[in-house]
């Protein structure tokens, strides 16, 4: 969403001695990160402002970072990877700001895939059911969200039927703010968030975009700062949003809110968060973050405990359980149980 985009938050309080759980790592880069793919134990990919990305193969031991030529001025907003070599970013930007790039050598070399010609769009987030068949979200065009697939490994990106577009309310977007406004589950689900308007929205496909349900939820709406900014899910049934408004960070209210029946319904957490930007399933927990720390839970959201009070954009997990986290200034850190 342009309103995220343009925003600067610079908040976050540095407090890594009296919570453990986090281990800070290195990256070599002051860019800011929202990007992150958490691949395997050893493989994490990240991206950022300033066209940037890193790549690590041992842990986060050591983290490898680079530029994309020619998009030294891009936002890497998200990025999805597969194993070692191949990767694919995704640029938040009006207009032609908004390109996918792809790798297949390790960030070696990168190919532009897809830039935005519509100089009203603005894309947010994608996501991929495998490394074949993947999607790219973007704002409301004239009343309609943008919503490109590609089949073929990106060689090929091509926007949905406009009769597949969901219609948006006045004023709705995505945030641009972790990559986790949009998501894929199993071989053909995928859900996408929003915020800016009235009612805080979910959409959800069963067949890969061709057909489109509409859910509201409880989540804190009516700003165009406010919404939901994550969604992840644990199985087909069980998942969980978060967001608020990222110009309230400290707020505690409708943040968070979780799903039984596979996101038919939503239900608000007792124990509320303030905002956050990002949520995840790490293995046998959820854990949450934003500009004013991070959080985890072990009982479905019943209770959270605080775990620090770093800046996060966001976190991501393997299934096995391990994960990352990524903020401002470069900041990487993994979670260490």
């Known amino acids: 969403m342009k309103y995220f985009f343009l925003a600067v938050i610079l908040f976050g309080l540095c407090d890594s001695i009296a919570f453990a759980q986090w281990q800070t790592q290195t990256s070599g880069s002051k860019s800011d990160f929202r990007g992150l793919s958490a691949v395997s134990a050893n493989v994490a990919w990240v991206s950022g402002t300033k066209g940037t990305y890193a790549r690590t193969t041992d842990a986060g031991k050591t983290w490898s970072v680079g530029t994309v030529p020619g998009a030294e001025k ?19 930007g009006p207009g032609n700001a908004s390109r996918i790039y792809k790798t297949i050598d390790g960030g070696k070399s990168w190919v532009m895939q897809f830039k935005n010609a519509d100089p009203a769009a603005f894309f947010d987030a994608l996501a991929f059911w495998n490394e074949k068949n993947g999607i790219a979200l973007g704002d409301p065009v004239k009343g309609q969200f943008q919503l490109i697939v590609t089949a073929d490994g990106g060689a090929n990106w091509k926007p949905l039927a406009a009769k597949a577009l969901p219609p948006a309310l006045s004023g709705e977007g995505a945030f641009a703010a972790s990559g986790t406004c949009l998501i894929t589950h199993g071989e053909n689900d995928v859900w996408f968030a929003t915020g800016g308007a009235k009612t805080a929205r979910l959409f959800h496909s069963r067949d890969r975009g061709q057909n489109w349900e ?5 989540i804190t709406a009516g700003a165009e700062s406010a919404g939901i900014f994550s969604i992840a899910f644990r199985d087909k049934q069980h998942g969980m949003i978060v967001g608020g408004d990222y110009k309230k960070p400290n707020d505690i209210g409708a943040t968070a809110a979780i799903t039984a029946d596979g996101g038919k319904t939503w239900t608000l957490l007792d124990k509320r968060l303030p905002f956050r930007s990002a949520v995840a399933w790490a293995k046998d927990r959820w854990v949450a973050v934003g500009t004013s720390g991070s959080h985890v839970s072990l009982d479905n959201g019943d209770t959270w405990k605080l775990l620090d009070r770093e800046n996060y954009n966001s976190v991501g997990f393997t299934a096995p359980g391990e994960g990352w986290a990524v903020g401002p200034k470069g900041r990487i850190a993994k979670f260490a149980k």
Do not use: C, K, N, Q
């Not at 509409?214 to 409880?218: E, L, W």
């Open 214 to 218: 509409v859910t509201d939820t409880p």
């Open 74 to 92: 891009l936002d890497f907003r998200d990025v999805e990877a597969f194993g070692e070599t191949t990767a694919y970013l995704l640029s938040a």
